[in-house]
């Protein structure tokens, strides 16, 4: 069985600060993890993914994620957030085909 | 840029009536999927389709939810009869292939209220 969790409910930031969505994640296999944003009555829009290689990806609109194996983690990162940043974030595992959502992260970015 | 259509975006309806929703995935992506996502949840997976095969639905309450995907292109999900806990927005995704390492693409969405 796969899961992902997301310690954080809300996230709230300083537009121009630093931000992290944290995420941890259980799988039985390599591990495909995924970032996804939902804007308010939108479907979610993927952001960016961790296959393989390099722990540091990069993805949409300045945002990357830093894969940790030894803590099961991938935390989404951004070095400036902006107001217009501020969404509901998904963190995602996929594996054998499926994929696990976590519960969500509503991230406020305040000007 | 192609993306995933779904309607209708919103429908209200008194429980114990029939629901029905539909999706046109990206032209090309084989794997097709239904989530249902509560507020404050994350999406859950209601059936997956590969071409018009169903591979997962596992998590589909068969007594009242079916869906089908008869030509391997567009989708319909149907409820009956609807229920109240049924409110809820369905979300309808879409992958070039079923393979681990493909993001999935989808809809905006069809928002269910059950009165």
């Known amino acids: 069985a796969q899961s992902v969790a997301q310690p954080e409910d809300q996230v709230n930031v300083a537009e121009g600060n630093p931000l992290t969505v944290k995420c941890t994640y259980s799988v039985s296999g390599n591990p495909y993890l995924f970032w996804y944003v939902q804007y308010p009555n939108r479907g979610l829009q993927f952001l960016l993914k961790?296959?393989?290689?390099?722990?540091l990806v990069k993805g949409s609109y300045g945002f990357e994620a830093e894969f940790n194996k030894s803590q099961t983690s991938f935390h989404l990162k951004k070095p400036s957030a902006l107001v217009s940043d501020s969404a509901l974030y998904f963190c995602a595992v996929r594996d054998t085909g499926k994929s696990t959502f976590g519960d969500g992260t509503t991230l406020t970015v305040k000007p | 840029e192609a993306e995933v259509a779904q309607s209708p975006r919103y429908k209200i309806t008194e429980k114990s009536q029939a629901v029905a929703f539909w999706c046109d995935p990206i032209s090309g992506h084989a794997t097709l999927y239904w989530y249902r996502q509560i507020l404050g949840q994350g999406p859950e997976l209601l059936v997956q389709f590969q071409d018009e095969s169903v591979v997962d639905d596992s998590q589909l309450p068969k007594d009242r939810f079916s869906a089908e995907r008869l030509k391997g292109v567009d989708s319909t999900l149907k409820i009956q009869p609807a229920e109240l806990g049924d409110s809820a927005m369905y979300l309808c995704?879409?992958?070039?292939?079923?393979?681990?390492?493909?993001?999935?693409?989808f809809g905006e969405g069809s928002r269910l209220t059950v009165l």
């Open positions: 995704a879409s992958s070039l292939s079923g393979r681990s390492d493909g993001e999935l693409f």
């Open positions: 961790y296959i393989t290689g390099d722990n």
